[in-house]
């Protein structure tokens, strides 16, 4: 049996018409009932939040900030060279003091790591000063996905498939705390982009409800 989707969850894809972009007056619309909130988005590694964040900075025209990456130039290091020298508890209180750090420069798109979103304190500063968004992608998919790459601290393990398995299982109930969930499947970012776009249209409208905003 197939389960009904949330009515926050919209799945990536081509529109009817076969376009893969939302109309710009969406984008137009989103940014105007933005204000000066961010739009951050959570998820797995390998989710896309980075690819799909910059796409979708670019239609919106707001800035984009990968949290990893700032993360990365403030140390003078990487996230797999921090995690091996000072461990994750140190990693995860840095993170949470650069994300708190970047959502006061909003308007913008924020991306975070997969495991930013776990930290009660983070989501509680997000709520204050953005929308988020979750990126939801199926295992099959993120596994293919994150064994391109051997920039994954908690995947150096003898078993990485067990691993992303068992944090799909422990975060996934608290991503869906999220304002609103996207699906990310093996399409052009510009589908999973233009997909947002509406969702978001559809969020910020007017009388529409923003549960964990203020």
Known sequence: MTATPHPDERRAGVQEDGAASAPASQAA???ANLGSRSIVLVGMMGAGKTSVGRRLAQALELPFF??????????GMTI???FEKHGEPYFRAGEARVIASLLGQGPQVLATGGG???N??????????GLSVWLKADIDVLLRRVRKRNNRPLLASGDPEATLRALVETRYPVYALADLTILSRDAPH???VADLIEGLHAKLAPGAPLENLT
């Open 29 to 31: 619309a989103v940014r």
């Open 66 to 75: 990968d949290a990893d990456a700032e993360i990365e130039a403030r140390a």
């Open 80 to 82: 797999p060279e921090l």
């Open 116 to 118: 930013a979103w776990m």
């Open 120 to 129: 009660p304190d983070t989501r509680a500063r997000i709520a204050e000063a």
């Open 190 to 192: 510009d589908h999973v």
